[in-house]
């Protein structure tokens, strides 16, 4: 039957294609340009084993050049301008309402006004005047409302995964939390919103978006990061948010199934710890997609995926580039239904 209220679906329902917004050298990556710059041709192969591609770039030939050898025949290129690379933030969040999908065009301020953001907070609306997404898709201009797709996770049968310090902080939307709430469960259709009031990664700049921390995976699965070294400065508020995941319920009133992730083993740059976690994984057609850091850890957190992913070849991409910028896979990605 279809119905007039909108369903934001899982990342794990069929997708479309995946947007990746190309590093260039006009971006904060200049110093470190050929190395992420591998780093995203190997995201991009491996998304294109399985679906679609669209690159967004400043110079098609340029990512050609660095796509060398790779049979591009499910990649498409669009050349637009761009301040950043992390597509889960300023990219469209599709909801399916009627039959139809609406692309939700969201204000994107770089975090919390942290970074310039004027050019990606553009790229949605530029692709649908370029065509790239199908007739059957429309875009919906949200201008008053910040969200992030990285702050949010969706069940695809009303609940929502997000984080009080992310949606609720003053340079985002000024809002209460019943406030923020009535926003998300219109637009989303949403029976519950789940809040984490605990849990951080140091060196993010998000604000604790959601997909660093805590993840929702089929049959009502949550998979999340935690910390069992009590010497480790996230050790107390993980161990507050695992609790937290413990207490919640579906709409059914059963506990979530959790799936522990380790945490990831500390990596520094200049002195800073850096966001790096297992959680940031990206689910695709056939496939899961998880950052590794060149650590023993990378083969538990593997595994661990695997069960909650049983149907799904979970393959691992070295991200230690990607965590340099204070971000990882998932945060480069956005996938469309």
């Not at 110093?31 to 591609?53: G, P």
């Not at 050790?235 to 937290?244: F, I, S």
Request: charged share 25%.
């Amino acid at each position: 039957m279809v119905s007039s209220t909108p369903i934001l679906p899982p990342e794990w329902a069929p997708q479309r294609f995946v947007q990746l917004t190309w590093p260039h050298a006009g971006t904060d990556w200049a110093y470190m340009l050929n190395d992420v710059c591998a780093c995203f041709a190997n995201i991009a192969r491996e998304i294109a084993r399985h679906e679609d591609v669209l690159v967004v770039c400043a110079s098609e030939d340029e990512v050609r050049r660095q796509l060398a050898g790779t049979d591009t025949s499910r990649i498409r290129f669009v050349e637009l301008p761009s301040n950043d690379t992390w597509a889960r933030d300023h990219g469209g969040i599709t909801v399916l309402r009627d039959g139809r999908r609406e692309v939700l065009d969201f204000t994107f301020n770089g975090w919390g006004m942290k970074f310039a953001a004027d050019k990606d907070n553009l790229i949605t609306r530029r692709l649908f005047e370029r065509g790239i997404f199908p007739p059957d898709t429309r875009r919906i201009p949200r201008p008053g409302f910040v969200l992030e797709g990285g702050s949010i996770e969706s069940d695809g049968a009303g609940t929502l995964l997000t984080t009080a310090r992310c949606l609720l902080s003053d340079n985002r939307n000024d809002r209460t939390k019943e406030e923020v709430e009535a926003v998300l469960r219109t637009d989303f259709g949403l029976q519950q919103v789940l809040w984490l009031h605990h849990g951080y990664l140091a060196g993010d700049d998000t604000d604790s978006h959601v997909d660093t921390l805590a993840r929702f995976c089929p049959a009502d699965t949550i998979a999340y990061v935690q910390c069992t070294d009590p010497q480790d400065e996230h050790y107390a508020e993980l161990r507050l948010m695992e609790e937290e995941l413990r207490s919640f319920r579906t709409p059914a009133g059963k506990p979530y199934r959790l799936v522990p992730l380790p945490m990831a083993d500390a990596v520094y740059e200049d002195g800073m710890r850096l966001p790096a976690t297992y959680a940031n994984f990206l689910i695709i057609n056939g496939a899961v997609l998880m950052p590794t850091y060149g650590s023993p850890r990378d083969e538990t957190a593997r595994a661990q995926l695997q069960t909650a992913f049983p149907g799904r070849e979970v393959v691992g991409i070295d991200c230690r580039p990607l965590i340099r910028q204070h971000g990882s896979l998932h945060c480069v990605t956005m996938q469309y239904p």
